[in-house]
C-alpha cells in the first residue's frame, strides 16, 4: 500500500448527490456497530499493540481509539446544536494536537471504549428519531466555510467509523 492508502485505505468521504432513507438507515446501523467493532478489534491488546501506527508518522492504536471518542464527541454535540438552533456555528478543535495530549497518548484505552459505548447508544436513538425535516437542518463549520446537512454528516460519521476501522486493522497487521 502506497501512504494515500494508509492514510484513506477505505478511500477518501463522497457525499452523495442524493441522499436516501436507505443510505441514512445504512449509515445509522455503521454508527451503532462501530463500539462492538472497535471494541472486538482491540480486545486483550498488550502496551506493544496499542503503540502499532498504521502508517509511517500515524496515530498508534491507542490514539486511534481516543480520537474516535473525542470526535465522536464533538460530532453528538454538533448533531444536538444544529436540531436546536438555526444554522449554528460550530467550534472545531485541532485533532492533531489533541492527539498528542497526555491522555491521548497515555490513558488506557478501556475509558474510551465506554465512552464510545454510551455516547453510540445515546447517538443512534438520536439519528433514529429525526426525521426527514430534521435531517436538512445545517450547522456551519468555519473551518471549511460551509454548511453541512445533518444527513451528510450521518455519512460522514459512518465513513468516519469504517475509515478508523481500517486503520486499527492495517495497524494490527504492521
Not at 502506497?2 to 441514512?24: C, D, M, R, S, V
Not at 486483550?44 to 481509539?65: C, F, H
Not at 485541532?94 to 454510551?118: C, H, M, V
Amino acid at each position: 500500500m502506497n501512504l494515500e492508502q494508509l492514510k484513506y485505505p477505505i478511500g477518501h468521504f463522497q457525499k452523495l448527490e442524493a441522499i436516501t432513507a436507505n443510505h441514512i438507515t445504512s449509515w445509522i446501523a455503521t454508527i451503532a456497530e462501530f463500539p462492538q467493532k472497535i471494541a472486538a478489534l482491540t480486545k486483550n491488546l498488550e502496551e506493544d499493540a496499542l503503540s502499532k501506527t498504521y502508517r509511517p508518522n500515524g496515530w498508534t492504536i491507542r490514539q486511534l481509539v481516543h480520537h474516535c471518542a473525542d470526535s465522536h464527541m464533538n460530532a453528538f454535540i454538533r448533531f444536538k446544536l444544529a436540531l436546536t438552533e438555526e444554522a449554528p456555528k460550530i467550534k472545531p478543535y485541532f485533532e492533531d494536537k489533541w492527539s498528542e495530549l497526555p491522555d491521548t497518548r497515555s490513558a488506557a484505552i478501556t475509558s474510551s471504549l465506554k465512552l464510545i459505548e454510551g455516547l453510540h447508544a445515546r447517538w443512534t436513538t438520536l439519528l433514529q428519531s429525526l426525521h426527514s425535516e430534521d435531517l436538512i437542518r445545517e450547522y456551519i463549520h468555519p473551518e471549511h466555510g460551509k454548511r453541512f446537512s445533518l444527513s451528510e454528516t450521518i455519512g460522514m460519521y459512518a465513513w468516519h467509523c469504517e475509515h478508523h476501522l481500517a486503520h486499527v486493522q492495517i495497524a494490527l497487521k504492521n
